[in-house]
């Protein structure tokens, strides 16, 4: 079973009523897109292959990938990052129920 598939039926094991917060490295890129309510505006420009499964697993989720919804400086946004060839990423994403925003204030990397 791939970890997306397992990850979804533990999604579904937790029922409707309980809240749900997952946090973990994905590996992925999710990019950004305006007006969405799994990816907000402030992410990466690009989107990968773990990236792509991950916002397709939250859309049949109903879950939000909170880091893309709140603007902050790069030092703040990124998490890995390879300064020999320029590269940085957002890697590690707090998700929850979409029916949480209103409690999330925040979510950036400190290091």
């Known amino acids: 079973m791939s970890f997306f598939a397992k990850l979804n039926e533990e999604k579904v094991k937790s029922g409707s009523g309980r809240q749900l917060v997952l946090m973990k490295d994905m590996n992925g890129r999710t ?19 773990n990236g792509e499964r991950l916002i397709e697993l939250c859309t049949h989720t109903s879950l939000t990938i909170w880091h893309g919804f709140f603007n902050h400086k790069n030092i703040h946004k990124y998490i890995w990052e390879q300064h ?28």
Do not use: C, M, P, W
């Open 84 to 111: 020999t060839k320029n590269l940085k990423s957002i890697i590690d994403y707090i998700k929850t129920k979409q029916d949480l925003k209103l409690k999330i204030q925040d979510v950036r990397a400190y290091k």
């Open 31 to 49: 990019g950004r897109k305006t007006g969405d309510t799994v990816v907000g505006n402030f992410g990466e420009d690009r989107v990968k292959d």
